[in-house]
């Protein structure tokens, strides 16, 4: 995936901006460029946009909404950017976390009154890390949902949507000035067009093994469930035009992966009381933590496995979930009605695991004061039977990437920023800081948000600035 260094390429066909990647960055982007004027084309290297929030609920994070206030719940770009600071102990770029955080309310806002999108808030308790009720999606909550919408929009908008179209060369000049892209098309036709701005938006690099043992190698063998199209493109084009890089290091995962049936275990089990013991019958963290705070405590445990264990009245509650009644019908799930008959059952030491569940116990029913911190007085003590799934760490997604300013310009390796290049959602730099430990709930789906739209206007705007007019047709 070169780059080709030409200082006069021509193309028979130019579009004010490119955007390469249709995930929730890409499409938003289109969008905001589309509305400032520009031509767009929008080019993604899967059969369909949508990129890796189809995977999950596709909950937004915002402060100061309309949602908000109509929920009578009082938040400001502030308190956001305060909590994102406070989550990564102070590592996130302090201008882009709350640049990032002040653009996000007026971004919902406008695909609300400018697009048709339909939000609900989320409310009940915030998610770990949040100080307030923030988390938005549409009705269905599903990021399917979701991009399903946003495709709509964008086709209603008049943006020309390329699929099954891989961006496999950019075109530049010596000054680091994108001229254009070339793309595979499905009948394995290469085309070129020109651009007088890039926006990249091609996703994480969690799908590329070589990446991840170069970034982060302490994840690149646990096991991937993101989407495949997070192949790490930006990352290529990055290094061979001397893009800075930042926060490379920082992923976001789950410790929540039924073995050997590699699905993704609900929250529920944790969040209504469960609790994870290693191969020796163990606890050896507060699960209640952010889920990428554990992860990294489960990957050092012996095999890097542990198995979630809870009582008959979580296990009625999940029982309600499809996916957790299609682990249970598979045999994931393990019960006995004594801990020392699920100790048993599970393989683990019966004496430590006996004094494990006694300590579990006696923290629900305040005698004792976790050893970890955790909070246990909210959910009733466990009773019998009592249930238990193996799982280990599910690498999800990566957070980090070409480094960028509060425009989602790129930013050189020796200092200022590229002529016309643009970076978004997880093929940026993000807002968690370098670590695992510093992602937020929907931190990353935030950066997709903000950086989106940011990377958009500022494309289009340039684009526009001095420019008769976009020539191109996509055929």
């Known amino acids: 995936m070169p780059v080709n260094f030409v200082d006069d390429k021509k193309f028979e066909a130019t579009a004010h901006v490119i955007v390469v990647g249709a995930g929730l960055c890409g499409l938003i982007a289109a969008l905001a460029a589309r509305d400032a004027g520009a031509d767009v084309l929008l080019v993604e290297r899967e059969d369909n946009v949508g990129g890796a929030i189809q995977m999950g609920r596709g909950l937004i994070p915002a ?29 996130s770029d302090v201008r882009l976390t709350l640049g990032v955080a002040t653009a996000a309310a007026p971004a919902i806002e406008w695909l609300a009154d400018d697009h048709e999108l339909v939000w609900r808030l989320e409310v009940g308790r915030p998610q770990s890390g949040h100080s307030r009720q923030r988390l938005h999606g549409v009705p269905e909550r599903s990021g399917v949902a979701l991009v399903r919408r946003l495709e709509e929009a964008a086709r209603r908008a008049g943006i020309a949507i390329v699929t099954g179209s891989q961006v496999l060369d950019l075109y530049a000049d010596r000054s680091g000035r994108v001229s254009g892209v070339m793309f595979r098309r499905p009948s394995g036709m290469r085309q070129e067009f020109g651009c007088h701005t890039l926006v990249l938006a091609t996703g994480g690099f969690a799908a590329n093994t070589g990446f991840l043992r170069r970034y982060i190698p302490e994840v690149a063998g646990a096991q991937y469930v993101g989407h495949r199209g997070s192949a790490g493109d930006a990352l290529y084009w990055a290094t061979q035009l001397g893009a800075a890089l930042k926060n490379t290091s920082a992923y976001f995962a789950r410790a929540a992966l039924a073995v050997p049936y590699w699905q993704l275990t609900s929250r529920l089990l944790i969040e209504e009381g469960g609790v994870q013991v290693n191969l020796k019958g163990e606890r050896f963290g507060n699960e209640v933590e952010a889920s990428t705070d554990f992860a990294p405590l489960l990957i050092a445990q012996p095999q890097g496995l542990a198995w979630t264990v809870y009582d008959e009245r979580i296990h009625s509650e999940a029982m309600l979930l499809d996916d957790y009644r299609e682990l249970f019908d598979a045999g994931a799930v393990r019960h006995a009605g004594s801990i020392e008959a699920l100790a048993a059952l599970i393989g683990v030491p019966v004496t430590e695991f006996g004094q494990t ?52 310009r790129v930013l050189r390796t020796e200092g200022g920023v590229f002529p016309n290049l643009y970076a978004g959602g997880h093929a940026s730099s993000g807002v968690t800081g370098p670590h695992a430990w510093g992602y937020l709930p929907g931190s990353g789906w935030l950066s997709a948000l903000s950086l989106g739209r940011i990377a958009g206007h500022s494309a289009a705007e340039q684009a526009l600035a001095g420019q008769s007019g976009a020539d191109w047709a996509v055929k």
Do not use: W
């Open 63 to 91: 402060a100061g909404t309309s949602y908000q206030r109509d929920a009578g719940i009082a938040d400001s770009p502030g308190q956001f950017a305060a909590d994102m600071q406070r989550k990564s102990k102070g590592s």
């Open 357 to 408: 569940i006694e300590h579990v116990i006696n923290c629900q029913r305040s005698r004792e004061v976790d050893l970890f911190g955790r909070d246990m007085t909210h959910a009733a003590a466990f009773g019998t039977p009592l249930y238990a799934v193996c799982v280990t760490t599910a690498l999800i997604n990566t957070l980090g990437g070409l480094s960028i300013d509060t425009r989602a």
